[in-house]
């Protein structure tokens, strides 16, 4: 980008679009980083703290640690509390990695550190945590768009369930098999976090969705 005199840098997709680290050194060199702060990605690159925003936001979040599990005791109690099936999953991870069903206490037993030392060789961060698992559930993902002065709109939902590996494949937008109440729920929550942090430029925010008997 140096050699090529350039004014902007688009990151892509992945990776590189959720490093903070990576925005950081685009914007020290005087190139525009086109994407969100270095202060958000921080954030949202971590699930963790991710989840925490989502919290102090009012969004709905599924059962589990309430942050990092460093032992395998703290993990057999945040298993029990959100009930089996869990996922362990890599606090820094992404792209479908990091991620792990676990169905009892024996096999959290033969994963938990396996997973720590994964997720530290993947991502340089061995953190991970558990949240519930739902079997089949819809993966449903909003876009948004923030002005960085606590402005935020949202353009849609659209349907990711169809996955390989955790992996989505196709996108299908607008969201098909959501009541009207509950698309309406799910476009305002995502404004509300988008809203709550003042985020600036685009983004989504992705929900799970299992029964819609209960909304």
Do not use: W
């Not at 979040?61 to 109690?77: C, I, N, R």
């Not at 494949?169 to 995502?190: C, K, T």
């Amino acid at each position: 980008a140096e050699l090529a005199g350039v004014d902007a840098i688009h990151p892509g997709y992945g990776f590189l679009a959720e490093n903070a680290q990576f925005a950081a050194a685009v914007r020290a060199m005087g190139i525009v980083f086109i994407g969100p702060s270095v202060d958000h990605l921080q954030v949202f690159g971590d699930k963790l703290s991710a989840k925490e925003a989502a919290r102090k936001a009012g969004l709905p979040l599924l059962k589990g640690s309430d942050g990092a599990v460093s032992t395998f005791e703290d993990a057999v109690a945040a298993a029990n509390n959100a009930g089996y099936p869990v996922m362990l999953k890599a606090a820094a991870g992404g792209g479908g990695k990091g991620m792990r069903v676990i169905e009892n206490k024996a096999d959290l037993e033969k994963a938990f550190q396996v997973a720590q030392a994964e997720a530290k060789a993947a991502f340089g961060n061995g953190d991970v945590f558990i949240e519930r698992f739902l079997r089949k559930p819809r993966h449903v993902e909003v876009q948004v768009a923030g002005d960085g002065r606590g402005g935020a709109v949202h353009v849609g939902t659209r349907d990711c369930s169809l996955q390989r590996r955790h992996q989505k494949i196709v996108e299908e937008a607008p969201a098909p098999f959501l009541s009207a109440r509950l698309r309406s729920r799910i476009e305002s929550a995502a404004a509300d976090l988008v809203r709550s942090v003042n985020y600036q430029t685009v983004g989504t925010v992705e929900f799970l969705v299992e029964d819609q008997r209960h909304y």
